[in-house]
């Protein structure tokens, strides 16, 4: 997709979506693995359960106006609107149908509920305050009715501190980055013993513990605006977590404590991160880092009293690594088509919904990706022209290839080790990259796409695979395949000509080639009606990206072939549009051009 450089960058944010599943045999995946559903007639199938933008099995839409879900059974369900006569303590209710703002008073007076449920009066702190522990602790003092409260509940032990106590208190134990416990997915720096630094999307890390809680100790970018979101047991929990700090000079960088989970069920847990966002950009000031102000550093994690560290996690036996621009990072996964769009919303992206991300938890596979919003195979514009007119940003405008083989995304002193034991060779290396260099960003050849010259992309596109290539040849080791793949958002086609040539190619070069290139492709009709149809809102987020339903799509179409391709199970195509009515009958006209 093409990344759209404003006065300001562009920028994401997020819509919340749940997968439906489907119940046909994927290899090991479970009995309904993400992405499918099967409807009653056996035949249609639907992504998601559709209760609000999407048809119903019966054809009806907008049936469950309070939202849907998928049971455990594999069915859709309509989510009950919450009341302050439910049963339930939702909304913002301090006791079950009592207290907060919406409900009656509780009978036990605001101080009793307080006692019963302190973790909520500091989470919603902490959520205002974007977890910015500083500033809350700043706007409580100005309540001393709560912060008095507060103090109560941690002299009762029913919260594990208090939000101004920035540092670890005595009763906490703080882990080590290198504690063999963690188990670390993705690339990571680790050239010190003492911390961790990471900034590609989808990094991730985890740990099992027997408790309550736990705490990261971050030293966050300050170009980043980093989002994390917290794994609890192999599921999202809570709120997304906002890291930030001012861009400082890196000896003035801080670390800070992020609340990752506080009120578990006592007992054993697996506690993730993933991260959401990009890279941030290098900063060009003197003595402010470079590449590492656009990257976050890890410092350990903290454990309150009673709660152990367990063995580390298992590794999935499969991995999946992606490589990629702005659709595979997650841009604008969050954001509001025409509302985002043209600055830069910290918050916005999300990497975790994408469609990458979605098909490589279906597939249980690790997850690893290399991608930047805006960039192509080539080089856009000769670095120094770029550093004088767009700063930092100059990075994006250079060709992928310059940074995939980094361990952190902008920095040329390190490259990544493929055989690191902290990583997995992997099964396969797919690629949605390609469209960026079709667009105006595309200065350096700008003569040659006027004139409809697509020899720079055959070339690079050839390059790529030669890099790859040389980057998996060890002895004794299988060898990855290679998958492009074509249905970006926007301008996403625009490609796909170049890179089927390409692949044709180089497939014939030899008879023995090792590395076989193979090529996926959404639906022309579905990528088309998710883009340009009457319903595109409800698929693109801010600028004219994939939301999380447009990547679910997306990754609907997508999944089966590449299932196909490394015989992790045998499934039909599946053809988005052709289930959807809506969908059908919008292309079916000649003049929207499916």
Known sequence: MTFIIF????????????????????????TCPVGWHDQTDGNAMYWSCGCDSLAQPNGARGNCKGGCYVTD????????????????????????????????????????????????????????????MRRCAQGLKKDGMARNALKKCVKKGWIEALPWKISPTTDRKVFSVSDPRILYVGR???????????????????????????????????????????????????EKIQCSQAEVPNNERKTFPYTLVADLPHGKHTIGI???????????????????????????????EGTKLLNAPGRPLRHLRYIG????????????????????????????????AVIARSFQATYTAQAVSGIGLVEHLPEENAKSILGGFWVIFQSIMRWM????AFDDEHDWNVNSPEDTFPDAVVSMIGPNDFTELNHNYHDELKAGNHTFELNAVHTFFEKLATT?????????????VCGGSGNGFDACEALKEAIATWNERAQDLTHPVSYVSMHRSTWTYINKGPQKDSFLGCA??????????????????????????????????AAHSECSTWCADPENNC
């Open 7 to 30: 006065a300001s960058i562009t920028a994401l944010s997020v819509a919340n979506f749940r997968n439906a599943t489907h119940g046909r045999d994927l290899g090991t995946s479970p």
């Open 188 to 238: 990571f720096d680790a050239n010190k013993t003492e911390e961790r630094i990471f900034s590609w999307p989808g990094t991730q890390l985890s740990f099992r513990i027997k408790g309550t809680g736990a705490t990261l100790l971050l030293d966050p970018g300050t170009t980043a605006n980093d989002t994390f979101q917290v794994l609890v047991d192999g599921k999202p929990y809570g």
């Open 325 to 356: 621009d702005s659709d595979t990072a997650g841009f604008c996964a969050d954001g509001i088509r025409g509302v985002d769009d043209g600055v830069w919303a910290p918050g916005s992206a999300n990497n975790y919904v994408g469609w990458s």
């Open 73 to 132: 059974d594999c069915a859709c369900a309509c989510t009950k609107t919450a009341t302050c006569d439910d049963g339930i303590m939702n909304q913002d209710e301090l006791e079950i149908d009592c207290g907060g703002d919406t409900c009656k008073k509780c009978e036990g007076g605001w101080q009793e509920a307080i006692k019963k449920h302190c973790h909520l009066l500091l989470e919603k702190c902490v959520h205002l305050e974007g977890r910015d």
């Open 274 to 304: 993933w991260k959401l966002t990009e890279a941030g950009m290098p900063s060009l000031k003197e003595g402010h880092g470079g590449w590492k102000a656009g990257a976050s550093i890890l410092k350990g994690i903290t454990l309150p």
């Open 472 to 484: 998996y040849s060890p002895d004794g080791k299988p060898q990855p395949r290679i998958i492009l």
């Open 544 to 577: 004219e990206h994939y939301n999380a339903e447009g990547h679910a799509v997306a990754a609907s179409e997508l999944q089966p072939q590449i299932g196909n391709i490394l015989g992790w199970g045998h499934v039909s195509d599946y053809n988005w549009c």
């Open 405 to 408: 083989g980094n361990t952190n």
